[in-house]
C-alpha cells in the first residue's frame, strides 16, 4: 500500500512571495489533515477536510493561507504572501475515517522563508 | 488554559533499561490518547492508541498507560535500544475528535 505523498519535499522562498503544496493521501481515505510543524514544536492542525468538505479550519490563518480539496482525493496548502514565520514542516496526513483511528503521514514539505 | 506537557525536551537512557516517558494535560477531558514516533525529516508515525476506559495497552516492547484521574500518560519502552532513539509526540483527542499533539521528547539511547 502506496503512503501518503507531499511534494515538493523542500522549498525555499523570500517573504511576501506565495508558495503551494501538493498532498496525496492514501488511496480511499476519506479525511485529510494539514499540519504545521515549527522546529521543536508538534504538529498543529491548520485544516480537515472529510472528503471534498472542510470540518475543521479554526486555526488556518485565512488571510494568508487556503486549501482545497476538489474532487476528495488530492490536496493543495497554499500560502500567500508567505512571513518568515511560516518557516516550518508542512504536513499532511489521512485516515479512512475520521481521527478515531491511525492518521497516516506523508514526509512533509520543509519551507524557508528568507 | 489548556495544556499539553512531554516531561522534557530530551532523554538519555542506557541501551537495555527501559526508557519511560511522560505526557501530562490540564483541562481536558480526551477520548483517548495516541502516542507517535517521528524521526528527522519524516511525518509522524502512529504507535499506540488508549482510550479514556482502558488502563493499560502493550505491543511488543511498548507499553502505555493512561491515568484519566492524574490527567497522564505514561509510554514505556523496554530493553530499549538505539534504534528507538527518536522523538515521541502524544496526542490527545478533544471534542469532536480534534487531535492536540505535545512538543514531543527527543529520546537517546546510549550504547
Known amino acids: 500500500e502506496a503512503g501518503v505523498a507531499q511534494s515538493p519535499r523542500y522549498k525555499i522562498i523570500e517573504k511576501r512571495q506565495s508558495v503551494a503544496f501538493w498532498c496525496n493521501p492514501i488511496?480511499?481515505?476519506?479525511?485529510l489533515y494539514w499540519y504545521q510543524q515549527i522546529l521543536g514544536q508538534g504538529p498543529k492542525l491548520l485544516i480537515q477536510?472529510?472528503?471534498?468538505?472542510?470540518?475543521?479550519d479554526s486555526q488556518l490563518p485565512k488571510d494568508r493561507f487556503s486549501a482545497e480539496r476538489l474532487k476528495g482525493v488530492d490536496s493543495t496548502l497554499k500560502i500567500q504572501p508567505a512571513k518568515l514565520e511560516d518557516s516550518a514542516v508542512y504536513l499532511c496526513?489521512?485516515?479512512?475515517?475520521?481521527?478515531?483511528?491511525?492518521?497516516?503521514f506523508g514526509p512533509g514539505t520543509r519551507l524557508l522563508v528568507l | 488554559s489548556q495544556k499539553i506537557e512531554q516531561n522534557s525536551e530530551a532523554l538519555n537512557i542506557q541501551e537495555g533499561k527501559t526508557a519511560t516517558l511522560t505526557c501530562n494535560y490540564t483541562n481536558y477531558s480526551p477520548a483517548y490518547l495516541q502516542w507517535y514516533r517521528q524521526d528527522p525529516g519524516r511525518g509522524p508515525v502512529f504507535l499506540l492508541l488508549i482510550r479514556e476506559n482502558e488502563k493499560e495497552k502493550r505491543k511488543e516492547r511498548l507499553k502505555v498507560t493512561f491515568d484519566t484521574t492524574l490527567k497522564q500518560s505514561l509510554f514505556h519502552i523496554t530493553a530499549s535500544q538505539p534504534a528507538d532513539s527518536a522523538t515521541y509526540l502524544c496526542a490527545l483527542a478533544i471534542r469532536d475528535d480534534k487531535i492536540i499533539f505535545g512538543k514531543g521528547t527527543r529520546l537517546h539511547i546510549l550504547p
Open positions: 477536510f472529510q472528503n471534498n468538505g472542510v470540518v475543521d
Open positions: 488511496s480511499g481515505h476519506a479525511t
Open positions: 496526513a489521512s485516515t479512512q475515517q475520521g481521527s478515531q483511528e491511525t492518521q497516516y
